[in-house]
């Protein structure tokens, strides 16, 4: 791959569209991506902890801030390693610095309510209906079925930016080819990923087929994104898939790095996890644990849990520069397969991170007892709004046909119908709903359609 087409600032859907001199295109990426509403709904949307009291616990938004933070410093870190060594220009690590901003700010936009756990009940509701087969559930091509049996979060982000966000099926937010490369974490379909297999990945030898990442309906507007950056392209039958963008590694790593760290933070916050445990930790990762951080009287526990977040954080990043230098022929060439937080020399450590969430944090009861509550949440509303998609369908998708009462859902719920003409496009339409919850909001729907 070449860092001259990688970084592309060419806009989605605007060829016309031309630099500013005293602002770039990728800062105005940023800005466009942080104004929007769907950024904005990521304030009352899960993180770890779903619908908190508690203030100092990270929801969705601020968890991408801090994740566009961190990048930025591995990105500036990575591209002035790039520069010394001549694979690209001075003043491009700026560039790099602000194309990794923009997409970490976007990585989680296309999140559901209730987190990961939304995510599989939304599959879930979609898998049940298919089962049935009614209306325009059994209308729909059978090979875009896994799309939503297998709701993604990473590719519904994909069509808000590059759809459904400000110049709607235009483009979207006519973000930079780059940023939108950047933010590919799985460049391929629900169907080639199918064809691919599920362990297709670990046999192939790439982690970026793990799941898929774009949708049907978004599938032609990535294959420009992808010829413009000279993404390497692999076909499988009538089916084709890219090699990541060399960026996604770090958007991806600052992403690992700030939710394991602060999952650890929040745990500490909530006491589902004891401070010594925390410390001991953070400790470990920050290199600390044969010289501890001197305890001072005055300074709180958290103050010392803040402490020690703040210097693991600063040595994760140097150990996810290093490897990103050490594997840079892998990544460039399309054939690295594992996550930089994996592959520096604090993989270890991180791997006891997850070990210790997945025990002890994941697994609180009251995280779990709000999960359940939250797959109920979203199977209400699912169920409550179906109706008005199945008889759109079955009245020529005439919005003006609907019934008194599904014309008041419609009214009530601020529905979009306006491309609901097929099957794909509603179902398309009811995820856009839902996943654009945020956890409060699912909650008093779901309310309305019990009656209570």
């Not at 005293?22 to 950024?39: A, C, E, G, K, L």
């Not at 908190?52 to 500036?76: F, K, N, Q, T």
């Not at 087929?209 to 390497?232: C, D, M, N, T, Y």
């Not at 179902?427 to 309305?448: C, E, K, N, P, Q």
């Amino acid at each position: 791959m070449d860092w001259t087409k990688l970084l592309s600032n060419e806009r989605l859907c605007d060829r016309t569209y031309s630099e500013q001199s005293n602002r770039s295109i990728f800062t105005q990426d940023y800005d466009r991506i942080v104004f929007s509403q769907p950024f904005r709904r990521l304030a009352n949307k899960t993180q770890v902890q779903p619908l908190y009291e508690h203030d100092h616990v990270h929801h969705r938004l601020i968890h991408s801030i801090e994740v566009g933070s961190v990048g930025r410093s591995l990105a500036m870190a990575i591209g002035q390693w790039l520069v010394a060594q001549g694979h690209i220009a001075a003043g491009e690590e700026n560039s790099l610095a602000n194309i990794v901003q923009a997409a970490c700010a976007a990585h989680d936009i296309g999140n559901p309510p209730f987190g990961h756990s939304g995510e599989a009940s939304i599959g879930a509701w979609f898998a049940r209906a298919f089962e049935e087969g009614r209306g325009v559930f059994g209308d729909l091509d059978p090979a875009l079925q896994d799309e939503f049996r297998q709701f993604e979060g990473n590719a519904q982000g994909f069509r808000i930016i590059a759809r459904t966000e400000m110049y709607r099926n235009d483009g979207g937010m006519r973000l930079s080819k780059a940023v939108l490369g950047a933010f590919m974490k799985y460049p391929l379909s629900a169907a080639t990923k199918t064809a691919l297999g599920e362990e297709s990945y670990h046999a192939d030898g790439y982690f970026g087929a793990k799941k898929f990442g774009i949708f049907h309906s978004e599938l032609r507007l990535f294959a420009e994104v992808a010829a413009s950056l000279g993404l390497p392209q692999i076909e499988i039958g009538p089916n084709q898939w890219w090699r990541r963008h060399p960026l996604v590694y770090v958007v991806e790593a600052a992403d690992d790095i700030c939710y394991n760290i602060v999952d650890l933070e929040d745990a500490f916050t909530t006491g589902e996890l004891p401070f010594e445990v925390v410390r001991d930790t953070l400790l470990r990762l920050a290199g600390r644990e044969d010289r501890p951080v001197q305890s001072r009287p005055s300074r709180l526990p958290a103050e010392e849990i803040a402490l020690l977040r703040a210097m693991s954080i600063g040595r994760a990043i140097e150990s996810c520069v290093e490897a990103f230098k050490a594997h840079y022929s892998a990544i460039m060439e399309g054939r690295f397969s594992h996550a930089l937080v994996e592959a520096g020399h604090l993989g270890a450590q991180f791997s006891a991170i997850r070990d210790l969430a997945k025990t002890r944090i994941f697994t609180a009861p009251r995280k779990t007892e709000l999960e359940v509550s939250g797959y109920r949440v979203i199977a209400n509303v699912l169920d409550g709004i179906a109706p008005i998609y199945q008889q759109l369908g079955a009245r020529g998708w005439q919005a003006e046909a609907l019934d008194t009462h599904a014309a008041q859902i419609v009214r009530v719920l601020g529905l979009d119908l306006r491309d609901v003409t097929s099957a794909e496009t509603a179902l398309h339409a009811m995820g856009d709903f839902v996943s654009g919850m945020t956890d409060r909001y699912a909650l008093r729907i779901s309310r309305m359609f019990s009656g209570i």
